[in-house]
Every structure is written in structure tokens, then in C-alpha cells.
């Protein structure tokens, strides 16, 4: 890089310095706003991914379903069963969700393929 040397009034230099901190000032304020709007817009992606997840901010608890869906079967009278869209409807739970809960806990739910209602196995 090459150097040149001056002399200048003290004046000059004075005002020089001067239009040089103003405009590290307004560098400065620009790159603050911009912090600011970056760290809004963040929240506002966290904030979206976590309500995209699974529709709600709140993951459920490892075997919430199959208890929500135990506990819905259990309420009706004589064990006579219910529909998934039923079941779905009533528990607030996904129809994908509680189809695969029901099809994977073949140990605690049985479906009747004549009527194709759910039942908790006894």
C-alpha cells in the first residue's frame, strides 16, 4: 500500500475526522437496525417452524396417543368400538396419527374388519 504524507491545517484535519466518525456513526446505526430486524425475523422463523411441527408449538409425550385413544375407547359403553375418523375427531389427534397407533399397538387395540371399528383388546 503507498503512503503520501500532507500538511494540512489543523482545521481541515479537524473536520476530516469529523465527516469520518459521522459517517462510522451512521455505519453503525444502519448495522444495528439491520441486528435488530435479523433478530426478529429469527424469532419469527422459530416461531413458525415450531407451530408447522406437528400443528402445535407442543410435542406430545412419547405414548400420548395411544393413552388419548385408550382413554376415548374406554368411555364407550360394552367396548363396542369406534371408527378411526371417529377416534381421530374425538382426541384431537391426526387421522395419519391415530391410524398408525391404532395399526401399531396390535397388543392394546383390535379392529373388526366386518364393522372396521376399533376396540381395546381384552
Known amino acids: 500500500m503507498k503512503t503520501v504524507t500532507m500538511e494540512v491545517p489543523v482545521e481541515l484535519a479537524k473536520r476530516v475526522l469529523s465527516q469520518f466518525e459521522g459517517q462510522i456513526a451512521e455505519k453503525v446505526r ?3 437496525a439491520l441486528i435488530a430486524e435479523i433478530t426478529q425475523l429469527e424469532e419469527g422463523v422459530k ?10 408449538p407442543d410435542v406430545s409425550p412419547r405414548g400420548d396417543n395411544k393413552q388419548r385413544i385408550k382413554d376415548y375407547l374406554s368411555k364407550i359403553a360394552d367396548n363396542k368400538g369406534a371408527r378411526a375418523s371417529e377416534i381421530s375427531k374425538a382426541t384431537g389427534i391426526g387421522a395419519s396419527s391415530t391410524a398408525f397407533t ?3 399397538y396390535s397388543k392394546d387395540f ?13
Open 110 to 122: 383390535v379392529r373388526n374388519d366386518e364393522t372396521k371399528l376399533w376396540k381395546l383388546k381384552i
Open 47 to 56: 416461531e413458525l417452524r415450531s407451530k408447522l411441527k406437528n400443528g402445535s
Open 30 to 32: 444502519a448495522k444495528e
Open 102 to 104: 391404532l395399526k401399531h
